[in-house]
């Protein structure tokens, strides 16, 4: 059963930078894809970023250019820098976890990021 632990969350000012990270418990080692969604208030959750195992990444639009996903050594922690951070990227931001052959992804907590003045 594989669990994750966010961290890293907070506010800041616009145009800031936080990085966030997530540890996966278990044996992760290959084919799967972790990454990030986030859920601002009154709306759906959205992509913003993942990573499979073997490094191929995915953004949201609106995020290219601005947020970095990559993940550490063992691969079972992904971390998300995010620069040039806009009061619309407030959010509480999910890790996610899923195997690459399939089944229900497995989220983290969440963590709370606010970008305002």
């Known amino acids: 059963q594989v669990q994750l632990v966010e961290s890293g969350g907070g506010l800041v000012q616009p145009g800031g930078s936080l990085r966030l990270s997530c540890a996966a418990s278990g044996n992760i080692f290959s084919n799967n894809v972790m990454g990030w969604y986030r859920q601002a208030p009154g709306k759906e959750r959205e992509l913003v970023a993942t990573i499979t195992s073997g490094g191929t990444t995915n953004y949201a639009d609106s995020v290219k250019d601005r947020f970095t996903i990559s993940r550490g050594n063992p691969k079972n922690t992904v971390y998300l820098q995010m620069n040039s951070l806009k009061p619309e990227d407030t959010a509480v931001y999910y890790c996610?976890?899923?195997?690459?052959?399939?089944?229900?992804?497995?989220w983290g907590p969440g963590t709370q990021i606010a970008v305002s003045t």
């Open positions: 996610s976890f899923r195997w690459l052959r399939g089944g229900n992804p497995v």
